[in-house]
């Protein structure tokens, strides 16, 4: 069993940064696949950015690509959600997923952990 936690949500005008922590238990976190999710208010979860058990393979969102980074430190059971260049359509709660398979994949279903998530306010 894996269970995660956000942290370092906030509020941030347009143009700002944050960084998103996930922190996991569980001795097999470095075999999991991992994702960052995002849901906007009045509109379903979306897939923002995956990582593979080794960081060698990324994906993201043809909206966060090229602002967003997502990076992992198995060593501290945590991944991370870079976000710079922030815009107001990005204020969503941001969560943290987490699938036993290999494919990074953008889909909501093949994940079988998540966190409670954290807020993202971005202000105009």
């Known amino acids: 069993q894996v269970q995660l936690v956000e942290s370092g949500g906030g509020l941030v005008q347009a143009g700002g940064s944050l960084r998103l922590s996930c922190a996991a238990s569980?001795?097999?976190?470095?075999?999991?696949?991992m994702g960052w999710f995002r849901q906007a208010p009045g509109k379903e979860r979306e897939f923002a950015a995956g990582i593979s058990w080794s960081g060698g393979v990324t994906r993201y969102a043809d909206s966060v690509k090229g602002r967003f980074t997502i990076s992992r430190d198995n060593a501290k059971n945590t991944i991370y959600l870079q976000m710079n260049s922030l815009k107001p359509e990005d204020t969503a709660i941001y969560y943290c997923a987490a699938r036993s398979t290999v494919v990074v994949a953008p889909l909501e279903r093949g994940y079988e952990h998540w966190g409670q998530g954290t807020q993202v306010t971005v202000s105009s």
């Open positions: 569980g001795r097999t976190f470095s075999s999991y696949t």
